[in-house]
């Protein structure tokens, strides 16, 4: 090696490697980077042999990806799961946030492959553990089939199965997958039970239907002098509308929301707006929604479907339209109910009822005909949002192309094919 050689090393080591390697040491990072630069970053660490002298900066290094795994593609969460995978002596606290970080992801099973390679490579779990892996198992899309037992086996194998803590997630656990009697008799086991364990309870009740089982543990709960909160009046509220007992409803509305004992959020305020809609008094509804300091996604969802549920077509349409101008982006909840009242009033007849010329709202309501099978009205509103003079981007052309292979439109999907093509050569 050359002196030439020598000093270009000695200047990258110096103006680049140890600044690396001294702000992964001290978990110091810009909050502007992406994964795409801790990929580099990686590369550059095992390449200088970083990765075998200095350990710890592959820990940090996946700690820092963190922030990135709930938005990550199925490829990144790979890659940083291989990356935890390959890092020597994790500890019980990298471990478990792993699992909470894999568990909002859009693959949440991940979170399991994580206490696997915990278990493998002998890191002792804590009490925090497997609260996350059970909330984990809960987010499974296919959820009431997934089996629980075996979490509470290793709960029960390491001593766990009397802490508090655990026993409230266990509780919502097993209600969640549909095993609310295993729920109940975790419950009846605990030695103490707070307020979490009596919401959890109510909740399993009424996620598995059982609304009269849920108003005996509400009321037990408040014989035994329990505090509620926000969540237990959001549980509460939900069973009062599957039984369309509206009386206790405004109970529940004035004693605790009105009087200011729980905190009036976007949680409680969807909540009753969904009790009052299923119990057929919309205008107490459109009241609690008007009266709302802070509206979210769900709001708005719960408003419209409850006009829906009320056959009140044209007024779901209309909280429909002012969502769109207040610029919230539907979800697929949104558009099936949006999608039933079109479909009983024919609303969809020249577009008349989407009031603004933005693409987004136009390319939604395609991408919801498409999902729903119904490639006919999808065509249909392409063709009105091209009469309407507003330019198509990807994903519409995405949801059109979409929706004729659902509907077996060959040569529809051939002719907006080369139109997408012909727009991109634009």
């Not at 000695?10 to 690396?20: A, C, H, I, M, V």
């Not at 479909?343 to 005909?369: C, E, H, S």
Request: hydrophobic share 45%; charged share 15%.
């Amino acid at each position: 090696m050359n002196a030439t050689t020598g000093a270009s090393i000695n200047q990258f080591k110096t103006n680049f490697l140890d600044p690396l390697v001294s702000s992964l040491s001290t978990q110091k990072w810009r909050t502007s980077l992406n994964l795409d630069f801790l990929k580099q970053t990686h590369s550059i660490v095992i390449t200088n042999g970083l990765s075998h002298s200095k350990p710890f900066l592959l820990h940090n290094l996946l700690l820092h990806s963190l922030p990135f795994i709930s938005l990550s593609s199925a490829a990144d969460l790979s890659y940083i799961f291989t990356l935890f995978r390959r890092t020597d002596s994790p500890t019980t606290s990298l471990c478990n946030s792993m699992i909470k970080a894999f568990s909002t992801s859009s693959v949440p099973r991940m979170s399991i492959s994580c206490f696997a390679i915990m278990r493998k490579e002998g890191v002792p779990p804590n009490k925090h553990t497997f609260p996350l892996l059970l909330k984990a198992l809960s987010r499974f899309q296919i959820g009431k089939n997934e089996n629980p037992f075996q979490i509470y086996g290793q709960i029960v194998k390491f001593g766990l199965g009397f802490d508090g803590f655990v026993g409230n997630s266990l509780v919502s656990a097993f209600a969640n997958c549909g095993y609310v009697g295993v729920a109940r008799k975790m419950f009846d086991g605990m030695l103490v039970k707070d307020l979490i364990a009596w919401t959890a309870m109510i909740d399993g009740y009424v996620k598995n239907s059982c609304s009269v089982e849920a108003m005996e543990c509400f009321l037990e709960m408040k014989s035994m002098g329990v505090r509620v909160d926000e969540v237990t009046v959001v549980s509460v509220l939900r069973m009062a509308g599957m039984m369309r007992i509206v009386w206790f409803g405004r109970w529940v509305h004035g004693f605790y929301v009105e009087s200011g004992r729980v905190r009036w959020d976007v949680h409680v305020g969807s909540a009753l707006i969904d009790m009052y809609s299923k119990c057929g008094f919309y205008n107490d509804a459109c009241q609690v929604f008007d009266e709302m300091s802070h509206r979210n996604l769900v709001c708005w969802s719960a408003l419209i479907a409850g006009y829906v549920q009320c056959n009140r077509f044209r007024d779901a349409l209309l909280v429909f339209q002012e969502m769109l101008c207040e610029k919230v982006k539907p979800n697929e909840l949104t558009l099936t109910s949006v999608l039933t009242a079109c479909a009983q009033l024919g609303a969809l007849d020249r577009g008349k009822w989407i009031p603004v010329k933005d693409v987004y709202p136009w390319t939604a309501m395609i991408n919801g005909f498409a999902m729903h099978g119904d490639a006919v009205n999808a065509l249909s509103l392409f063709y009105q949002m091209s009469n309407y003079g507003i330019r198509p981007n990807e994903v519409t052309f995405l949801a059109v192309l979409s929706a004729c292979s659902h509907g077996g439109l060959v040569d529809e999907g051939r002719d907006k094919h080369h139109l997408h093509t012909a727009e991109c050569a634009c």
